[in-house]
C-alpha cells in the first residue's frame, strides 16, 4: 500500500496512516477482534467473561482435551521436557517425532510421512520446494490461505480455476502456452469455509494427463471422512471400489502429496505431509519451513500418537458426528435457512454481506451462543457467513438449541440462491 507523502517524521507518519486503515477496516466491517478464551476447547467454554456454547473450532473428534492424549502429552513432557530445543536437522528430531511419522505413514497408506511445526508451514515449504519460475500452478479459487501464499511464494505463476471445477482446471490447462509447464494443481479436501468436498478423482486425472503434481490439503477430512477416519482420499478410493461400474477407477495413491495437520481432528498441534520416499527426502533437502524452523514439542508428538489410536479405536466419534450434522441439517433445512452443500462438520449459513454476518454473530451470541461472522479476505466479497462446526463431544441437545437460536434470526432469507441446498 503507498504511503502519501507528509512533513512528520516517517515513523508517526506511518502510524498515523495505519490507524486510518484500521478504521477505515471497522467502517467496512472487516475489523477482526480476538476473543480471551480461560477454558479448554469443549462445547460449553469460558470466553470473554461469559459461558457460552461454541460452534466453531476445529476440534471434531473431541480430543483436544481428551484425559488419555493430556495424559500422555505429560507424561511426555516430564521424560523430553518442554521444548524440543533446534530443528529436525540439528538434534530437535526425537523418538516420539520418528514414532508419529511412521504411525501417520501408515494412517495415510503411504511410504513415509514428514512432520512440520504448522500446516501453514508445510504448505509454503512443499509447494516451494517443488515449482518454480517458469512453471505454472492451478488453485481451486476457495483454496486455504497458506496453499496461496505457497504457490506466491515459489516464484511460479499462479492461476485459478473456477470453485470444484474439473472443466474449468482442464480449460486452464489446454490454455497453458508451451513456455509454461504446469508444476502442480493445489486443492483443499474439505474446503475450510465451506464444508464440501474437492473432486479428487477428476483433479487427479486432469493432473496425471498434464503430468503435474497433485496436492490435496485435507485438514478438514484426516480423522473426521472415510473409512476409519483415514480422510477424504481413502473415502473416494472406497466409494471407487465399491462402485465397479465406475469408468474411471479411482485409487488414493493416484495423489502424489497429501498435507494433513494435527490442530483440528486430532486435537493437538502441527502437521505432516505424506507421500513416497523420494518426495519426503526431496523436502527434507529443499523446504525452508522444515529445515529453518524449530521441530514441534516432543510432547506433542507423542501426544498425537495417542490421539492417533483413539481416533481409529472409537468409530463412535465420526458415528455421533454424523448424526448430529444431519440432525442440523434436517432442523436448518426445515426452518428454510440459506445451508450450504456440505456433508461435514463445517455447515456454513450464507449471509452475503459483512453487515449481516455480524448482526447475526451478535444475536447468538446475545443468547449464549458463539458462532463468529467469517468475513473478506477469509472468504469472497459478497460470502460473509456463519461458519458453523461441530464436535463429537456436542449433544443432539446442543444443536436443537443452535437452531432454536438461528430460527429467531432475522433476514435468513437466502442471499444468493445458487448456493441453496437440500438436507442430506
Ligand atoms: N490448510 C487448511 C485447509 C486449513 O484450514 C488450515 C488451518 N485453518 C491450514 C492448512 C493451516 O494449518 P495450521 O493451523 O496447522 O497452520
Known amino acids: 500500500m503507498t504511503v502519501p507523502p507528509s512533513a512528520e517524521p516517517a515513523p508517526f507518519h506511518r502510524e498515523r496512516v495505519l490507524c486510518s486503515q484500521l478504521a477505515e477496516l471497522a467502517d467496512r466491517q472487516l475489523y477482526r477482534r480476538r476473543r480471551l478464551c480461560e477454558s479448554p476447547q469443549a462445547p460449553l467454554m469460558q470466553v470473554d467473561g461469559r459461558t457460552l456454547l461454541t460452534f466453531c473450532g476445529n476440534d471434531y473428534l473431541g480430543l483436544a482435551n481428551d484425559a488419555r492424549v493430556f495424559e500422555t502429552f505429560t507424561r511426555a513432557a516430564s521424560d523430553f521436557g518442554v521444548g524440543s530445543g533446534a530443528s529436525h536437522l540439528i538434534n530437535g528430531h526425537s523418538r516420539y517425532h520418528h514414532q508419529l511419522e511412521e504411525a501417520l505413514a501408515d ?82 479436501g474439505v474446503f475450510s469455509m465451506d464444508g464440501d468436498l474437492a473432486p479428487v478423482p477428476e483433479l487427479a486425472q486432469a493432473a496425471q494427463q498434464a503430468g503435474a503434481w497433485l496436492l490435496i490439503d485435507d485438514a478438514h477430512g484426516l480423522g473426521v471422512i472415510g473409512p476409519d ?56 533437502q529443499r523446504a525452508r519451513s522444515y ?94 457467513r456463519l461458519r458453523i462446526s461441530f464436535s463429537a463431544s456436542h449433544q443432539i441437545a446442543d444443536v436443537e438449541r443452535l437452531l432454536e437460536a438461528l430460527a429467531a434470526l432475522p433476514n435468513t432469507d437466502h442471499p444468493n440462491k445458487e448456493h441453496r441446498a437440500d438436507a442430506s
Open 107 to 188: 494412517f495415510t497408506q503411504r511410504p513415509r510421512a514428514l512432520l512440520f511445526s504448522t500446516g501453514y508451514m508445510a504448505n509454503l515449504g512443499v509447494i516451494s520446494a517443488l515449482a518454480g519460475h517458469g512453471e505454472q500452478i492451478l488453485c481451486d479459487r476457495l483454496n486455504h490461505a497458506s496453499l496461496i501464499d505457497g504457490a506466491r511464494l515459489s516464484g511460479a505463476r499462479m492461476r485459478r480455476y473456477r470453485h470444484a471445477d474439473p472443466a474449468d482446471l482442464r480449460r486452464l490447462l489446454a490454455s497453458t502456452g508451451t513456455d509454461k509447464a504446469t508444476a502442480m494443481i493445489l486443492s483443499d
Open 229 to 284: 477416519g483415514r480422510g477424504t482420499l481413502a473415502g473416494f478410493s472406497a466409494r471407487a471400489r465399491s462402485t465397479p461400474e465406475l469408468q474411471d477407477p479411482f485409487e488414493q495413491q493416484q495423489v502424489p502429496i497429501l498435507i494433513g495437520t494435527l490442530g483440528k481432528a486430532f486435537g493437538t498441534f502441527g502437521a505432516f505431509v505424506a507421500g513416497s520416499e523420494a518426495l519426503i527426502e526431496t523436502l527434507i
Open 291 to 384: 529445515i529453518y524452523t524449530t521441530a514441534l514439542p516432543p510432547a506433542v508428538a507423542a501426544a498425537s500418537l495417542t490421539s492417533l489410536s483413539v481416533m481409529q479405536a472409537e468409530p463412535w466419534r465420526r458415528e455421533h458426528l454424523a448424526r448430529l450434522v444431519h440432525h442440523f441439517r434436517q432442523g436448518a433445512a426445515e426452518l428454510g435457512l440459506p445451508l450450504m452443500p456440505s456433508v461435514t462438520p463445517i455447515q456454513p449459513l450464507l449471509a452475503g454481506a459483512s453487515a449481516r454476518a455480524l448482526d447475526w454473530s451478535h444475536r447468538l451470541e446475545a443468547r449464549g451462543l458463539l458462532v463468529p461472522a467469517i468475513r473478506p479476505p477469509t472468504v469472497p466479497q459478497g460470502h460473509a
